[in-house]
C-alpha cells in the first residue's frame, strides 16, 4: 500500500517547461527541425561561377609555385657550382 494517495494525478505527467535535455535533445513536438531550403537557380549559377574562378585561380597559382620551384632548383645547382655572386651572398648573410 502507497504511503500517499496518487490516484487521480500522477506526478510524472506534470509539463516540464523548459529542461537542461532541450540543449542536447531537442523537443521536436514544440520546435521542428531545421530542413534546408534548396537552393534557386540563380544561386546555383552563381556558385557554379565562383567555383570555376577559384578552380582558375587555383590552376595559376599552382603553375606559379612551379615555375619558383624551378627557380630555386636552378639557383641550388649555381650554387653548388660555385657561382662567385652567390658565394659571396653566401658568405655575406650566413646562407
Not at 627557380?71 to 651572398?89: A, S, T
Amino acid at each position: 500500500m502507497a504511503k500517499r494517495a496518487t490516484i487521480g494525478r500522477n506526478p510524472l505527467d506534470t509539463m516540464v517547461v523548459e529542461s537542461h535535455l532541450d540543449k542536447v535533445v531537442p523537443d521536436l513536438v514544440t520546435s521542428p527541425p531545421n530542413v534546408q531550403t534548396p537552393l534557386k537557380q540563380d544561386e546555383v549559377a552563381e556558385l557554379k561561377a565562383n567555383l570555376t574562378a577559384r578552380e582558375a585561380e587555383n590552376l595559376a597559382l599552382r603553375e606559379e609555385v612551379a615555375k619558383l620551384k624551378t627557380q630555386v632548383y636552378e639557383l641550388k645547382k649555381r650554387l653548388d657550382r660555385g657561382d662567385p655572386l652567390l658565394v659571396n651572398l653566401r658568405k655575406r648573410f650566413g646562407l
